[in-house]
């Protein structure tokens, strides 16, 4: 009996964790993919425009935390006073961010 709980415990959470990768690229695909690109390379018209960096080079990737990220998210990105990115903040949860964050590492070649 207890075996059969474990594997259906198992299979729950692994299941939720397939739920949020799913979620994770809905909101790319609806909040980031427009600028950052879909594959996450910047490679938009408005991704050169601002010039996004290509978050499938792991160089790239390492030069930023994942706090870092959520903070991005949440707080937007401004650049010599200008914004470049809107807050996202008031419109994902932090699970949603979290998921975000763990998406966009997983651009990483």
């Known amino acids: 009996m207890k075996r059969k709980i474990s594997l259906l415990l198992a299979t729950i959470v692994s299941s939720a964790g397939i739920a949020a990768a799913a979620d994770a690229s809905a909101t790319w695909n609806t909040n980031c993919a427009s600028c950052h690109g879909k594959d996450g390379s910047g490679a938009t018209m408005m991704g050169k425009k ?20 959520a ?37 990483k070649r």
């Open 71 to 107: 903070r991005a998210i949440k707080e937007g990105v401004k650049t010599s006073g200008k914004e470049t990115m809107k807050p996202f903040g008031g419109k994902l949860s932090d699970a949603d961010v979290k998921a975000l964050v763990a998406y966009l590492r997983a651009f």
């Open 50 to 69: 601002l010039n996004i960096k290509d978050y499938r080079d792991a160089k790239v990737q390492a030069a930023f935390s994942d706090a870092e990220a």
